[in-house]
């Protein structure tokens, strides 16, 4: 089992914020994020009413389409 997490930040500590992440998979999950795609805000596509386009965001993952920060 993968996880891999894709969160938007305004901050510039990068390394915090994976820690963060991290942490918080682990506590939640109680599995290892396997990779932490830190990008730009408004870069996860959303739907017309705000909700995560989730496939959309894995298909632009696995085809290295997103900008990590």
């Given at each position: ?21 991290a ?46 920060v």
């Amino acid at each position: 089992v993968s996880i891999i997490v894709v969160a938007e930040t305004k901050a510039n500590d990068t390394a915090a914020t994976r820690r963060l992440v991290a942490e918080r998979v682990l506590a939640t999950v109680g599995l290892p994020a396997s990779e932490i795609v830190l990008v730009e805000p408004g870069t996860i596509p959303k739907t017309s009413s705000g909700k995560l386009q989730r496939s959309l965001c894995r298909t632009r993952y696995l085809g290295e389409e997103l900008e990590p920060v």
